[in-house]
């Protein structure tokens, strides 16, 4: 298993335009999240999901969509990118509608807005 | 509002057991104790959970105390692969996501 996988793992842009980040899981995990990591701070929740199809907002979530139409795939979308939108961003996936749960994490994509 | 409070920083000798301490004081009946780590530039890493009993795997056991307020995680044996930094998080069975804070940098020294 490649666990959780996130294409790509670099990336710089111009202000104002947009890009997709890419998350695909193979562990048949029914959750799935985006998270974006600040220099010297932990991980903040962008958007995460329930399952095929559904999506939700969470701590930090303005300037950027989702989008879970396979089961297995997260797309984070940047619509038009800003400075401040430049971090790491990490996905990750977990199992079970209960709790708790283990969260596995990929191996993030570091993002830079000039 | 952070739920769980740590010293930002710790140092371990190889081979020596790194205890890690935590506190969450306002911790409510159905929150669990979660600890993760996140080595240099990496996606972070579960290491271990609990909810009132002391729990152990291979990586490390999880002390918790009698009235939830406090938990410890012991890496019994560290090397200098375990320099990361450790998060304690909190957390609910009806909450889905992880609160990261700052968590603690532990270093190994040889």
């Known amino acids: 298993n490649a666990g959780v996988t996130q294409t790509p793992k670099f990336r710089v842009l111009k202000t104002g335009q947009s890009m997709t980040l890419l998350c695909a899981q193979d562990?048949?995990?029914?959750?799935m999240y985006w998270y974006r990591q600040d220099p010297g701070m932990g991980l903040r929740l962008i958007h995460y999901?329930?399952?095929?199809?559904?999506?939700a907002k969470g701590e930090v979530p303005d300037g950027y969509n989702v989008s879970r139409l396979k089961k297995q795939n997260f797309l984070l979308g940047l619509e038009s990118a800003a400075p401040s939108q430049t971090s790491v961003y990490f996905c990750?996936?977990?199992?079970?509608?209960?709790?708790?749960?283990?969260?596995?994490f990929g191996p993030g994509t570091r993002l830079t807005v000039l | 509002d952070a739920k769980t409070t740590q010293p930002p920083s710790m140092d371990c000798a190889e081979g020596r057991a790194a205890n890690l301490p935590c506190n969450h004081s306002?911790?409510?009946?159905?929150?669990?104790v979660y600890w993760y780590r996140q080595i240099h530039s990496q996606g972070p890493q579960y290491i271990i959970h609990?909810?009132?009993n002391n729990e152990t795997n291979e990586m490390a056991s999880l002390i918790i105390t009698e009235d939830r307020k406090s938990s410890t995680l012991i890496l019994p044996h560290a090397t200098l692969r375990d320099t990361a930094v450790y998060y304690c998080?909190?957390?609910?069975?009806?909450?889905?996501?992880?609160?990261f804070g700052a968590g603690t940098t532990v270093t190994v020294r040889a």
């Open positions: 990750a996936s977990s199992a079970t509608s209960g709790r708790p749960d283990t969260q596995y």
């Open positions: 562990m048949n995990h029914e959750y």
């Open positions: 999901s329930v399952g095929e199809g559904t999506t």
């Open positions: 306002t911790i409510s009946g159905n929150e669990y």
């Open positions: 609990g909810l009132k």
């Open positions: 998080i909190v957390s609910s069975t009806n909450d889905y996501k992880l609160s």
